[in-house]
């Protein structure tokens, strides 16, 4: 069994669809052959910042000069 779930989800390879994923951000070409080395300069980290005070989650990703390439807010649901 392969690793499962958002950090996971995409890929240069077929979507795992488990949990219902949905592409907001590809940082790699499509179609490229998978396990390129670090040397292409194609490796990713992601860091997740949550606010104490509004409970709102920050999600970054980020090239390997640790630059943001992408970023994503979203609000807690209130009931």
Same mark, same amino acid.
């Given at each position: 069994?392969?690793?499962? =779930?958002?950090?996971?989800? &995409?890929?240069?390879?077929?979507?795992?669809? *488990?949990?219902?994923?949905? +592409? %907001?951000?590809?940082?790699?070409?499509?179609?490229?052959?998978?396990?390129?080395?670090?040397?292409? =300069?194609?490796?990713?980290? &992601?860091?997740?910042?949550?606010?104490?005070? *509004?409970?709102?989650?920050? +999600? %970054?990703?980020?090239?390997?000069?640790?630059?943001?390439?992408?970023?994503?807010?979203?609000?807690?649901?209130?009931?």
């Amino acid at each position: 069994m392969g690793l499962r =779930g958002p950090l996971r989800a &995409g890929g240069p390879g077929r979507l795992d669809d *488990s949990f219902g994923p949905e +592409v %907001r951000f590809l940082g790699i070409p499509p179609g490229m052959k998978p396990n390129r080395p670090p040397s292409e =300069g194609l490796q990713f980290f &992601g860091t997740i910042r949550i606010d104490g005070r *509004s409970e709102a989650l920050s +999600v %970054r990703l980020h090239n390997q000069k640790g630059d943001a390439i992408y970023k994503l807010e979203l609000e807690p649901e209130r009931a």
